[in-house]
């Protein structure tokens, strides 16, 4: 026995040393502990959280509406040893996944959490993580820091997007956020992550307490199992001193995670932490436990593979004689077609290049999430285009064809100052637009996100910006074939290229109309803080809505702050309304001091103060008082002065339609329905209320009828019925399907799940409400009794009347006296959604006073509710159909027709018919020779410089265009003349002559054109006068403006610069309502802006040709307003710019340039008038226009205008200079001329045109 007592004593203080080994690991001063696993792990869990058989955490497990907590055992004693009291430095680290039912949706995440106490008994789930509830959040006595993983928006918490990671402290606000993911250590560049992807992800959370920082740092777990390699860069770099925070005692550390109303599990597979020291214990990658795979619910097709194989001699010959006669009939049409052509055209792109140019849509590659879809950037793979490309749902055909026909007309606008859609693609379910990359993202991160990364716009910078939205707001309302109404104008809509130049972008909800007609919108689109008051009332979309929306977005630019943000602790929860802020200020003589600080005072005074009053003039509740886009152009470009503002101008309040919960992207009335077949948001209420008014009310969970300050408030006055969806435990709701009465808030007196008693048996039987099937509800107050009775039943599918139930849903005895007040009251209806498509229809009403019935429905009258399908899984076997004739054969056929259905299922595309007329580039030959009745004589219009012209009709559209025939042999230089031809296409403006496109066959080349009625101007002015009136000088005159807006468009307005070359009177065509459209730009020539045009060729037509050219052989801008300035003078005096004169025997040209100046020399200038005006035009307006035409066609290239200073002397918003005999200084401004060349094209050193006249080298 005594032999054995040393061997137990030894074993008694093995294990004595090992417990206070541990408990010194565990001691306040130096904590320390790491679980690769969770296996016997003592940790304290409550709510959901449970350690399962595999070691894993878990803290929801696939629930809704669940929290869950999981702490360390010990608390720490952070600040024992610290003499100043200060929160010392500690790390942890940590491997999570969230997996949830849907792949797009989940909810609503977890956190990392050190609190005073492990009881979160009181907290709220679903948003607020398990952690607070509505009374508590934002609280300073909370004492918590958190750092959330979120993964759905909720706009009362100000959150970035549904996939952010946050630092929270003593509420939900997150003090500082940033999109999930990390920056590469590669490249720097930032990646995306999807915390609801199901993958494993690590996460370091790291505390410096002497430079009292909290870094948060976030990176995929490797697939391989070896260790990740933290990223240098922390994804959030936040200054903190917890020693504010936190409590002088000990505290927990450990998770707190929440669901909502989609199942979501939340997992913890590791975790270690420590205390004062640099780094946290890594993991052990080998040793954590697996997540457990689940299905996510979304659609899954395979296109069926059919293949025919053939081995009779029958069949075969039938086959080659079939395809004799293809080849025969297809040698007819037969187009000449190469690779390298491809990437000019077509308007619809090949899935399979966009899923290539994505890397098959792949997280890495997406920019961002907006309201319709998500984006993602590419490089095409054939030209090596940088694009981005938005996948848009769409499960619907319904208006598809309408839709596709609205986005493609959109994808014709060409302007520098907007984003060009460059096509589209679509696929069952979804459609693909194709955008140009532009690098600098959004506008709005730059106003309001992160700040601290990047510089502060300087104003130079953000004034550029606001006059380059102008133009394009311009060139939308005004200057392009028809008028576009934007409906989405904010800062996240403009994005900002490499220079930071401003292009607006996002046309999803833009709508087009024919200028001259008013829109016709039912819809209230757009983003809450930008909406003009008039939207409410009429729904009515117009050019004033965008201009309300540019005046905040001005506002917004240049005061640094959004159009409506959310109050702030202390502020009794008003919202700040932007525009009220700045009249406010404006009124009190201090409007300046709203320029965004961030500035630092370094802005142009007259310039900030110029575009705070114009932002209020544009936002004038009025539409009447606002200016059009071309005055506010004028306005920003300084070419007018800015009216006065006066008290009376702008009263009180603006009065901007806002609601601090709505979408921060888009609200529409009405909605599609809800995506998912279980899922809903929120519901519906039947509301009895003193006013109409609720503007300042939430949406989601508040159903529209209340806030987070005005809920359950008795000065509401209001009773409501509610059908409510979704189950928000802050309201103590019963489940996520029922009815319930509610009075002056949402926590219902009594409520009861939706459903009826039938009469028969009186057992009650359920009812979903949002099943998407009719249901009717009756409301009954019996005033003697003081008793609320309300009845639901669904509507028989039959049509004929519902039996109302016996026995109500609900019966409440309530004196509503008590809650009403005496005064007038309203009755209707209110509804509200959250993160899900949902839509909320009323499709019967009846109501009664001081009797027991409200009058029954008819329901043969009542509407039907549209139809949807709702997200389920679904499959197709695939078909195959085969032929055989021999086993091997039969083998054979079966591998590759497997083959071939695996490949086409991966790229499968759905084309229909129609879509041709919106696309391609490049027309088929057999269309043209339909449309033209083949190129027959008849259909003839004319015969240029190079070609002849002919009328047609297109088969499919029945559009009219114009189709010109080029003789072309050789195929030198033929890429780059179809590449600039097709880049001329592109152009697009009202004054402009639309090329639709063109077609190539051997030895010839088609282009399509607009059909233009009334021909080419020439003819009104110089052919058959006795038979078609003189125009009259207001009709001359507005082609002389319509002209110049289209070379302006060309010079400076489009995305490359255009020089014409070829300006003259039988280049302006004239539409039904004489409209000027300038055309045939054969001879055109592009160049990017900050570069020289390099010529070689003169060409041009003899008379328009400034005299440089013959000198230098460069064309520029400046030969076109050269040739320009001899059209005014055509149009004016209605001759030639150079005519054969039929006085003296010489046979001298008369100059009509020369001409023009002599009389203007002798004071006779309006002698070179048109006689066949008969002296009716506008005195001022022919000087002025002449006297334009000489300062344009000056020989000296630099004392020109520019086409923009022409426009303003046009328009009469600049006077025009004084000519000086010191500025004509000589006797003939010697216009290179020789009557032997030809009269439509001349060119140096050859005047046949051919392949390299027309496009190498010039």
Known sequence: MLQKFPFFLFILLLLLHLLLGRLVVSSPNEEEFTFNGFSGANLILDGSAMICSSDLLILTNNTKDQKGHAFHPSPLNFRSNLSDDSVPSFSTTFAFAIVSEY??????????????????????????????????????????????????????????????????????????????????????????????????????????????????????VNATGKPTTKPTKPLISFPVNLSTVLLDWPVHVGFSASTGSVLTSHYVIGWSFAMQVGQAPPLDYSKLPAIPR?????????????????????????????????????????????????????????????????????????????GFGRVYRGTLPNSGTEVAVKRVSHESQQGMREFVAEIVSIGRLRHRNIVQLLGYCRRKGELLLVYDFVPNGSLDKYLHYGRAHKPALGWSQRFRIMKGVAAGLLYLHEE????????????SNVLLDGETNAKLGDFGLARLYDHGIDPQTTHVVGTIGYLAPELARTGRATTATDVFAFGV??????????????????????????????????????????????????????EAEMVLKLGLLCSHPHPAARPSMRLVVQYLEGCA??????????????????????????????????????????????????????????????????????????????????????????????????????????????????????????EFRNLTLISGKAMQVWVDYDGVYSKLNVTLSPINATGKPTTKPTKPLISFPVNLSSVLLDRPLHVGFSASTGSLLTSHYVIGWSFAMSVGQAPPLDYSKLPAIPRVNLKRHGSRAVGLWLAVASLLFVLLATGAAFAAARWRSKYAELCEDWEVEFGPHRFSYRDLFRATNGFSERELLGVGGFGRVYRGTLPNS?????????????????????????????????????????????????????????????????????????????????????????????????????VHRDIKASNVLLDGEMNAKLGDFGLARLYDRGTDLQTTHVVGTMGYLAPELARTGRATTATDVFAFGVFLLEVACGRRPLEQSTVGPQGEQLLLVDWVVENWREGSILDTMDAGLRGEYAREEAEMALKLGLMCSHPHPAVRPSMRLVVQYLEGRVPLPELSAAYLCFSNLSLPHKEGFDYYVVSYPSSVPSASTLSGGR
């Open 480 to 491: 392009w074939e028809q008028v576009v109404v934007h409906r989405d104008i904010k800062a």
């Open 294 to 370: 689940t299905n996510l619910k979304g659609h899954r097709s395979r296109a069926p593979g059919l293949w025919l194989a053939v081995a009779c001699l029958v069949f075969v010959l039938l086959v080659t004689v079939a395809a004799f006669a293809v080849v025969r009939w297809r040698s007819k049409y037969a187009e000449l077609r190469e690779d390298w052509e491809v990437e000019f055209g077509p308007h619809r792109f090949s899935y399979r290049d966009l899923f290539q140019a994505t890397n098959g849509f792949g997280e890495r590659e997406l920019l961002g999430v907006g």
């Open 553 to 606: 977005f001005l506002l917004e630019v240049a005061c640094g702050r959004r159009p409506l943000e959310q109050p702030t602790a202390g502020s009794q929860g008003e919202q700040f309304l932007l525009v009220d802020w700045v009249v406010k200020n404006w009124r009190k003589g201090s409007i300046l001091h709203t320029v965004d600080a961030g500035l630092g005072g370094e802005y142009a005074r007259e």
């Open 641 to 762: 002065p800015l009216p006065e503002l006066f008290l009376a101008y702008l009263y009180t309040n603006v009065s901007l339609p806002h609601d601090d919960c709505f979408d921060d992207y888009v609200i529409s009335y009405p909605s599609s329905m809800t995506k998912y077949a279980e899922l809903g948001g929120h519901g519906l209420a039947f509301v009895i209320t003193p006013s109409t008014n609720f503007s300042e009310a939430l949406p989601a969970e508040y159903l529209g009828l209340f806030n987070m300050s005005s809920n359950g408030e008795a000065t509401n006055h209001v009773v409501a019925i509610e059908l409510d969806t979704i189950r928000s435990p802050d309201f103590q709701d019963i489940d996520n399907n029922h009815v319930g009465i509610d009075i002056n808030g949402l926590r219902s007196y009594t409520a009861h799940t939706a459903g009826y008693y039938a009469d028969d048996t009186g």
């Open 103 to 220: 792949a797009d949706v989940g909810g609503h995440g977890l956190a990392f959490v050190i609190a005073p106490s492990a009881n979160f008994s009181n907290a709220v789930a679903a948003q607020y993580l398990g952690l607070f509830s509505a009374s508590n959040n934002g609280n300073t006595t909370n004492h918590i820091v958190a750092v959330e993983l979120d993964t759905i928006l909720n706009s009362e918490f100000q959150d970035i997007d549904n996939n952010h990671v946050g630092i929270d402290i003593n509420g939900l606000q997150s003090d500082a956020a940033h999109t999930a993911g990390y920056y590469a250590d590669d490249t720097g560049e930032f990646r995306s992550s999807t915390l609801i992807s199901g993958k494993a992800m690590q996460v370091w959370v790291d505390y410096d307490g002497v430079e009292s920082k909290l870094n948060v740092t976030l990176s995929p």
């Open 958 to 1058: 029945g559009a009219e265009v114009a189709v010109k025939r080029v003789s072309h042999e050789s195929r030198q230089g033929m890429r780059e003349f179809v590449a600039e031809i097709a880049s001329i296409g592109r152009l697009r403006h009202r004054n402009i002559v639309q090329l639709l496109g063109y077609c190539r066959r051997k030895g010839e080349l088609l282009l399509i054109y607009d059909f233009v009625p009334n021909g080419s101007l020439d003819k009104y002015l110089h052919d058959c006068r006795a038979e078609k009136p003189a125009l009259a000088w207001s009709q001359r005159f507005r082609i002389l403006k319509g002209v110049a807006t289209g070379l302006l468009y060309l010079h400076d307005e489009w995305e490359q610069v255009v």
